[in-house]
């Protein structure tokens, strides 16, 4: 039996290294137009995820891309250095980190974000480290333009989403972000500048989106643009069968194109049937004025319900009066679609708001989990893809049993089509056509007010075995594991691929250790 998410905690040592008095002089060598920093280490040390510490030697702040090359190149030369990119220290299990190494301060580079046109395409050529929510300001505010593809918390960077895979509502429609970009530059971990497309150096290019940092570091991406809605018209239904609500959430994603009007964002979340005000019937509606009716709920109904989150895309009347704007077209298109699906009828919410406040709703959240503590608490969250076939039974035996409870935070679940997924990328996914992210975002205090983190961390174990155990088809995304036995079995027959790329673009496994993929001192065998 593989131990799978076993917590590893590098304590934050202030004895040296032998060898870090060389590495250090080595640094201080390097004429970079940024900074190198050997004091103020601390916050590189930790992550978003807050389990695991990993103190670098240094952090750099890189001015440009050059910095990025040089500072790799004279990793290169130390026998032992390593180099981890960082955007917003997002990660949840010290991904962005290295004990000992380099940490590069992405969000110290120039923040680049230039709308470009080619014919009758436009685009956003934007730096690696740049957050999604500038990139959605910008291009909104200043040309009435936007990225297809979301995550559902922008406050994340470009280059960090297009190393994982950067999921949302709009992923079953366009795909998410690592296909609906069409350029990047990369320094390579033999630090070359590169820039790759699907049409040259592609190897690199489709390596790098979803390759999880291994084979270089982001500093530049071309994302594709599309005219931005004005308003989206939101809305959440109560489903008390999880058959019933996986069932119309599939045939909302497998619509075909051009099938009338549909939604343009399709999510779903579990929660408790419960006054619990954050795993309960209040987490549901979505205005501070509506109620969540309890009476209303079926008698049918067992200890987890479950919520269809759509929205629907439309624009302010403009001048020529077109119909598709107005707003009884959109109420019409609404109430066709809407007339097709098994929720409770008397258990709907809807809010209509601007594009943007949609797209920034997160950061509400954010804003109140800081204002109360909790963004800086531990957070072991859990993210699973899982396919179709097995999706009946995993909400038997974890959303009604294992989690049937709550986890103190929003327990996503919604339906994805693999045909949007590019194959020639790093991104492992289940067989199944259609497969389900469940993400298990806990945002419960620390402890002692809330469960221990250790007592979480065995309940993600616990979560997994139990797919293990029963044969499901299932991967982990923003994957973590600690040994090469461990990431075989993750990549299955896109091993030996990604060892190739590995000795190609990084052959000295300097980039991302804390991954735990390769090792500095060696390479696995194929």
């Known amino acids: 039996m593989i131990a799978f998410l076993e917590r590893f905690v590098h304590e934050n040592e202030t004895e040296t290294r032998p060898g870090d008095d060389d590495d250090a002089s080595l640094l201080r060598g390097l004429e970079l137009q940024g900074t190198i920093d050997f004091v103020r280490t601390a916050a590189a040390a930790k992550d978003f995820g807050g389990i695991i510490e990993a103190k670098p030697l240094a952090v750099i702040r890189p001015a440009s891309r050059e910095d990025v090359v040089r500072v790799i190149r004279a990793a290169s030369r130390s026998a032992h250095l390593t180099v981890a990119a960082r955007g917003n220290g997002h990660s949840i299990n010290g991904q962005a980190m290295t004990d000992r190494g380099l940490v590069i301060d992405m969000g110290s580079m120039e923040t680049q974000i230039e709308v470009v046109r080619f014919g009758d395409s436009a685009y956003v050529d934007v730096g690696g480290g740049v957050l999604w929510e500038d990139v959605l300001k910008r291009c909104v505010r200043g040309f009435g333009l936007a990225p297809r593809s979301w995550t559902d918390y922008l406050g994340l960077t470009v280059g960090g989403t297009l190393s994982n895979a950067g999921i949302s509502g709009q992923a079953f429609r366009y795909g998410p972000q690592t296909s609906n970009v069409t350029e990047l530059e990369v320094v390579t971990g033999k630090g070359d500048i590169l820039v790759c497309s699907e049409t040259q ?152 708001t601007s594009y943007m406040e949609f797209l920034l709703r997160v950061k509400r959240v954010e804003q109140e989990a800081k204002a109360n503590g909790i963004w800086d608490a531990p957070h072991p969250w859990l993210n699973l893809l899982v396919s179709s076939r097995d999706i009946l039974d995993f909400d038997r035996l974890v959303f009604k049993n294992i989690l049937n409870h709550g986890i103190g935070g929003p327990m996503l679940v919604y339906p994805l089509l693999r045909s949007k997924w590019d194959g020639r990328t790093s991104v492992v996914l289940p067989e199944a056509k259609i497969f389900y992210l469940i993400a298990l975002l806990r945002f419960g205090p620390p402890c002692p007010k809330g469960p221990a983190v250790e007592e979480l961390i065995s309940q993600n174990k616990e979560i997994i075995q139990c797919c293990i155990d029963h044969g499901f088809d299932f991967k982990l995304y923003l994957p973590h594991y600690r040994s090469e036995e461990q990431w075989k079995l993750h990549f299955g027959d896109q091993w030996s691929r990604f060892v190739e790329r590995k000795d190609r673009f990084d052959p000295l496994a300097i980039l991302a250790p804390g991954q735990k993929i390769f090792s500095r001192t060696h390479h696995p065998s194929l």
């Open 201 to 352: 150096n592609a190897e690199l290019f489709f390596g790098v989106l979803g390759g999880l940092g291994q084979f270089g570091i982001i500093t530049r991406a071309r994302v594709p643009l599309q005219t931005a809605p004005d308003r989206v018209r939101w809305i959440r239904l109560v489903y008390v069968e999880f058959k019933e609500f996986a069932g119309d959430a599939e045939f909302l994603i497998t619509r075909p194109e051009g099938e009338g009007e549909s939604f343009d964002y399709v999510e779903g979340f579990a929660f408790v049937n419960s006054d619990d005000r954050v795993n309960g019937w209040p987490s549901v509606p979505l205005r501070s004025d509506q109620r969540f009716d309890p009476s209303l709920i079926p008698g049918t109904a067992g200890p987890v319900l479950y919520c269809l989150e759509l929205a629907l895309h439309h624009h302010n009347m403009n001048n020529n009066n077109d119909k598709d704007d107005d707003p009884s077209t959109v109420d019409e298109v609404m109430g066709h679609n809407l007339g097709r699906l098994r929720f409770c009828r008397d258990l709907k919410f809807e809010l209509d």
